[in-house]
């Protein structure tokens, strides 16, 4: 196991509970630090982690040539902003639309010889996120019955001791 920074472990962590969500996590350590409890000796730690990727649509060679294009005149457009802080009066516009094509045209061409490198063996796109299945709050050990005899009196609280 991958030793963890000193802000973000504790000396003898104790499980105060599991939740199915974030959000139920965040509630029960909000309710401790609302009733005084020192929440610097918590941690809410993801576990069970799973990758999603959510597949956003397919992709073709009109669409590769767009994004390719858009991103090109968008990195254009920065450079061209920035030279024209130094090119000569009345010459700003130029530089800024010469950029922004050129960029187009750069943006264009790598994405098509990127698309065609891969040879249809990723033909879409999407969107990847890691995200946990469950939410276990750690607490250190000294402070361990203070917190679960707080959070008896939660209202609506939903935990798994």
Avoid at 111 to 119: E, F, K, Q, V
Wanted: hydrophobic share 45%; net charge negative.
């Amino acid at each position: 196991m991958a030793k963890l920074t000193p802000i973000f472990s504790l000396d003898f962590p104790q499980s105060l509970g599991t939740y199915d969500d974030y959000a139920e996590a965040q509630k029960a350590v909000d309710y401790l630090s609302d009733n005084e409890f020192p929440v610097e000796n918590c941690l809410i730690v993801g576990t069970d982690l799973k990758q999603v990727e959510r597949v956003t649509g397919r992709l073709t060679t009109s669409r590769v040539a767009a994004a390719g294009s858009a991103s090109g005149a968008w990195l254009g457009l920065l450079i061209g902003l920035i030279f024209s802080l130094f090119s000569k009066e009345g010459e700003g516009l130029v530089t800024v639309l010469s950029t922004v094509l050129m960029g187009l045209v750069f943006g264009l061409i790598w994405a098509l010889i990127g698309y065609a490198a891969t040879r249809g063996q990723r033909d879409f796109s999407s969107v990847k996120q890691v995200v946990a299945t469950k939410y276990e709050v750690l607490v250190e050990h000294k402070h361990l019955a203070k917190a679960q005899e707080l959070l008896t009196h939660m209202p609506g609280r939903k935990i798994d001791l």
